[in-house]
């Protein structure tokens, strides 16, 4: 998990040496002690060692993430399906990619999640997420009556999956889709198979975000929140469901 430091970025890593050097850090800092009989010159070396490895290491960031992302990342390979649902909250790529498997005849029916309206939505001010997500689908070539809501009010991922399972009890369909983006993969299918049980096939493809790749997705800040955000979620999940 990345972990940012409470400190502003003014003052990230600039606080001098000799600030270290006494009991008492820093405010904010955390409290470094040291043998009053260990003179002070014997710790340059030890922070010199610490600063050299740490550059040392930088070098190889590139492929120690993208290793990092591979074991994270799950995927599913998309099939024929009876239909593929799009969840809340990843209007950028959800709903196109919901759309592509239509167009390429792997599914005949499009489902929406029907999420629950914030206040700016309820005013009218802002389109709720699932009719922004129909008029995208229909902006895309799928047909008005091949496009369906499920639930009603639904407010995280565990809520969809439940409303989803009650869609598939009522009409009988046998497989579903759900894409979303690579670092959401790993809760959204555990959550699934958690709801649905063994018997039935859902699929989760992970989906490239077009804001960034998985190939060097440490240089994307928002990348960075979502991989943080979906272990502290995913971990959540677990403890919860």
Do not use: C
């Not at 998990?1 to 400190?7: A, E, F, G, L, Q």
């Not at 970025?9 to 050097?21: A, D, H, M, N, R």
């Not at 008492?24 to 030890?46: D, E, F, N, S």
């Not at 979906?230 to 959540?236: A, G, L, P, Q």
Request: hydrophobic fraction near 45%.
């Amino acid at each position: 998990m990345i972990v940012y430091s409470s400190r502003s970025p003014e003052t990230q890593g600039t606080f001098p040496i000799s600030s270290v050097l006494h009991e008492r850090a820093p405010t904010g800092t955390a409290q470094i002690r040291v043998p009053h009989h260990w003179p002070r010159y014997k710790l340059i070396p030890v922070l010199g060692l610490i600063a050299a490895l740490g550059l040392s290491a930088w070098p190889f960031r590139a492929p120690l993430l993208r290793s990092v992302a591979d074991a994270w990342i799950v995927s599913d390979r998309s099939g024929p399906a009876d239909a593929v649902a799009v969840f809340g909250g990843g209007i950028a790529d959800r709903p196109f990619a919901a759309a592509e498997y239509y167009r390429a005849g792997l599914v005949n029916k499009v489902l929406v999640s029907n999420v629950r309206l914030g206040p700016a939505e309820q005013l009218g001010v802002v389109k709720p997420d699932g009719v922004a997500n129909r008029e995208v689908l229909l902006k895309l070539g799928v047909s008005a009556g091949d496009i369906e809501f499920f639930g009603d009010g639904l407010t995280s991922t565990h809520d969809e999956a439940v409303a989803l399972h009650e869609w598939v009890e009522r009409t009988g369909a046998h497989s579903i889709i759900v894409p979303t983006e690579i670092f959401a993969a790993r809760r959204l299918r555990w959550m699934l198979k958690r709801v649905f049980g063994e018997g039935f096939t859902v699929k989760v493809p992970a989906i490239e975000s077009p804001e960034y790749q998985r190939a060097d997705w440490w240089q994307s800040e928002k990348a960075l929140l979502a991989f943080q955000n979906e272990v502290i979620k995913y971990i959540y999940y677990r403890l919860k469901y």
